[in-house]
């Protein structure tokens, strides 16, 4: 099979070793969740809640307040006991905390919806809508948002990133070998929701027992294609995976409906068969707890709103002090100032790093050897942006380009000199984007 790929990136070492061969088994049952009623991007939930309610598992606990943004559900039985502002992986929110009876009494309104060949295209992103699904390779990009392009943008395809190209990370690998029927019935939904009769399934060819797995399971589906990629860092960024299964140019500061495509997780697609097939929304996911930090690493089925702690405790604990505590993987995961928070639907890992590991290096000079150019899958200058954001010259860094950086982190990977690149990026983004704001 021909490799496909995209031009420039990195090769991180993969280190998927701990876990690639760990069947994922269902994490144990937490006595209290912890649900943050932000969890996606976009606008936060109003709580449907109060404190002293029972609530049931995938009973609605928070409405979504805007058009881009998606409802929270319980993913235990039992009883409310708080809604406060806490500490989540992304920052602060409000959460609801709920103890639970032990139980797991799913609510009434968890009813099969048919199957897809049944339903309209409507009813599936309805179903989409309200079941609370959001992208789960990190993002949590609402999906339903995702599937409403505007009346006048041509979707032809659509893509599903099996390429889990962050080291370290497992969960999508499992999900593709353990339960592959889901990915594609979510496949097919999708493509029933915006009428395209053409998709890929993209995956590294780190993960050759999912290729096969995945095109057994396709053989006779029409228009799903698995297109094997290179095993290259940020194969599985939109605009990367778009141009390695289709030669597509995502143009700059467009999206990848631009070019008739819409991109989603192999995660996602699986949340999406539970919501049709079973009528449960997302309330857990597979996630990678894993790293040098970890005693036992593991791929556990976690319920959203568990704390990192808990599930940490799980995998026999930390060996040694932890260095850093990560969600999600070392390119693009976030740091984490505790792990006294809850996992969210976009928590795809916790990695644990030792202090030796995440200790920082000391920058040196540039040397102005270009290395950070040459590998800058957004064809950028990562070393002029960030010498212009370091001296507050944000319209400069605007000039080269700043917005299109997709924080892939490839060129502070890359740097010989240990220069923090993307940081310096990231500031520089913020200050435009907020500049542009305040202008408006
Ligand atoms: S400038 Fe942005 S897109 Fe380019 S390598 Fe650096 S982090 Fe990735
Ligand atoms: S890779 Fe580092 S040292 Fe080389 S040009 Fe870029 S910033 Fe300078």
Redesign the pocket.
């Known amino acids: 099979m021909k490799l496909l790929s995209f031009r420039?990136g990195v090769h991180p070492p993969h280190r998927k070793k701990a876990t690639e061969k760990l069947a994922v088994i269902k994490a144990n049952e937490p006595k209290v969740v912890y649900i943050p009623l932000q969890q996606h991007i976009g606008a936060p939930c109003e709580a449907l809640v109060k404190v002293g309610d029972e609530v049931k598992v995938g009973q609605k606990i928070g409405e979504a307040s805007a058009f881009v943004s998606a409802p929270i559900h319980s993913s235990v039985s039992g009883k409310v006991k708080k809604i406060a502002k806490m500490k989540t992986p992304t920052g602060e929110a409000t959460c609801i905390v709920i103890e639970s009876d032990g139980l797991n009494t799913v609510h009434e309104s968890v009813l099969p919806k048919g199957d897809i060949s049944e339903l309209s295209g409507k009813e599936i992103l309805e179903i989409v809508k309200e079941a609370g699904i959001v992208g789960l390779g990190g993002a949590a990009f609402p999906t339903h948002v995702k599937f409403s392009p505007p009346p006048d943008t041509n979707i032809d395809t659509i893509i599903l990133n099996g390429a889990e190209c962050e080291p370290y990370l497992t969960a999508d690998h499992r999900l593709m070998l353990e339960d592959p029927e889901s990915i594609v019935y979510g496949l097919k939904a999708m493509m029933k929701i915006v009428n395209v009769k053409k998709a890929y399934i993209g995956i590294e060819d780190n993960k050759k027992d999912a290729i096969e797995k995945m095109l057994e399971c396709v053989k006779n589906e029409e228009g799903i294609s698995i297109v094997a990629l290179k095993t290259k860092y940020?194969q599985g960024a939109e605009k990367q995976l778009i141009y390695a299964c289709t030669q597509r140019e995502v143009p700059s500061g467009g999206l990848p409906m631009a070019v008739g495509v819409i991109v989603n997780n192999v995660g996602t697609a699986a949340a999406i068969a539970t919501a049709i097939k079973t009528g449960m929304p997302l309330v857990e996911r597979i996630a990678t707890i894993t790293g040098s930090g970890i005693k036992e690493p593991k791929n556990l089925l976690i319920k959203v709103g568990t704390l990192f702690n808990e599930i940490i405790e799980q995998c026999g604990g930390y060996n040694g002090t932890p260095g850093k505590v990560i969600m999600g993987g070392p390119m693009m995961g976030l740091a984490q100032h505790t792990d006294d928070v809850p996992a969210i639907k976009g928590t795809s890992g916790i990695l644990v790093l030792s202090p030796e590991e995440a200790r920082l290096p000391e920058p040196e000079q540039c040397i102005k050897c270009g290395k950070?150019v040459e590998?800058?899958?957004?064809f950028?200058q990562?070393v002029y942006?960030s010498a212009y954001g370091l001296k507050d010259m944000y319209d400069k860094a605007e000039e080269y380009r700043a917005l299109?950086?997709?924080?892939?982190?490839?060129?502070?990977f890359i740097c010989p000199s240990k220069r923090p690149?993307?940081h310096s990026?990231r500031v520089a983004k913020r200050e435009i984007i907020a500049k542009k704001k305040k202008s408006k």
């Open positions: 420039g940020p950070c590998i800058c899958p957004a950028l990562p942006i299109d950086c997709i924080e892939c982190g490839s060129c502070s690149l993307l990026i």
